[in-house]
């Protein structure tokens, strides 16, 4: 009985080691599948500069390593605004051959987008253009006009094209990212996060003609029967640029975007001694009517990496 009760208690000394080593290493297991990778982390937190923006949300990368130099809360899903229209625009590139194709803008997307008090670049109903110049109505004067067109007469419905969209938008890692319109307006099912939308400019600018319209300060749209003295567009940035007295020696383009719910925001690109940034920025106090947080921003940044380059 003595040695029943010996072997009993070693019995139970051995069931005990074993359950301390497997929950040890069910512990070390779980920390590696959910723990982000360690370079993630340094890649998020890293922030060279040292230095504060107006804006919620920001973040600076080199442009062709993709190196981080500054984030701020950079991962927080946010309200896109009219940064969505970088990806209305991408990915219009990539479905169509011809951009000098001639399209009508259709009539009945007016009453929508008059209601929405959605920005337009200033197509008529029924107006006969050209692809090439919704391209730059969509990212120049941020038309939603040009934008539903392009997706319209590309995949035959607004909803097919913004379908796509968020297919592109997992195929390039865009894990925060979710669309519902390819204007930007405000829905609680339509957000992306500033670290998405670097990626997303990153690729866009590998194409050519994206860096063109990217880099275009005004464009000209030639008339028609419809509008017969044509028109002239102007980049957001630089118009705004202007009309506040701003100048910068690093910008090379951008795209601005605002709605109540996202603030004021800017994707821009900028080049300092030789090397190209790409920043974003969101959630900048103000609107059309205040200073221009969202570019002071930008200014700042640039010149913060110049002086510490």
């Keep these: 009985m003595k040695?029943?009760?010996?072997?009993?208690?070693?019995?139970?000394?051995?069931?005990l080691g074993f359950y301390v080593v497997s929950a040890k290493d069910i512990d070390r297991i779980g920390q590696k599948l959910f723990q982000k990778k360690p370079e993630e982390n340094k890649q998020l937190e890293?922030?060279?500069?040292?230095i504060d923006v107006n804006s919620r949300y920001a973040i600076l990368v080199e442009q062709d390593s993709g190196r981080v130099l500054y984030t701020k809360q950079a991962k927080k899903r946010i309200h896109p605004a009219s940064l969505t229209k970088i990806m209305t625009v991408y990915l219009a590139l990539q479905s169509i051959t011809d951009e000098n194709k001639i399209v009508q803008v259709p009539a009945d997307i007016f009453p929508k987008l008059e209601a929405e008090n959605a920005s337009v670049a200033g197509f008529q109903p029924n107006e006969n253009v050209r692809i090439k110049d919704l391209l730059y109505g969509a990212l120049l004067p941020s038309g939603a006009d040009a934008c539903i067109t392009l997706a319209q007469t590309i995949d035959g419905s607004e909803e097919a094209f913004v379908k796509r969209m968020n297919e592109t938008a997992k195929q390039l890692g865009m894990h925060d990212t979710h669309f519902t319109n390819c204007t930007g307006l405000d829905d609680d099912q339509h957000y992306s996060s500033v670290y998405d939308l670097q990626l997303l400019l990153r690729e866009a600018l590998k194409n050519d003609a994206f860096a063109e319209i990217f880099h275009t300060k005004t464009y000209v749209v030639e008339g028609d029967h419809?509008?017969?003295?044509?028109?002239?567009?102007y980049g957001t940035m630089w118009q705004t640029m202007?009309?506040?007295?701003?100048?910068?020696?690093?910008?090379?383009g951008g795209k601005t975007g605002y709605t109540p719910d996202a603030g004021l925001c800017l994707a821009s690109q900028g080049s300092v001694n030789g090397t190209q940034y790409l920043l974003i920025t969101a959630g900048a106090d103000g609107d059309a009517e205040t200073e221009p947080y969202h570019i002071l921003d930008a200014i700042k940044v640039y010149e913060k990496v110049k002086k510490e380059s």
């Design 3 to 15: 040695y029943i009760k010996i072997l009993t208690f070693c019995f139970l000394l051995a069931c």
């Design 46 to 50: 890293n922030d060279e500069l040292n």
């Design 226 to 233: 419809v509008n017969p003295t044509g028109f002239t567009m």
């Design 242 to 252: 202007e009309v506040h007295n701003l100048y910068s020696d690093f910008l090379l």
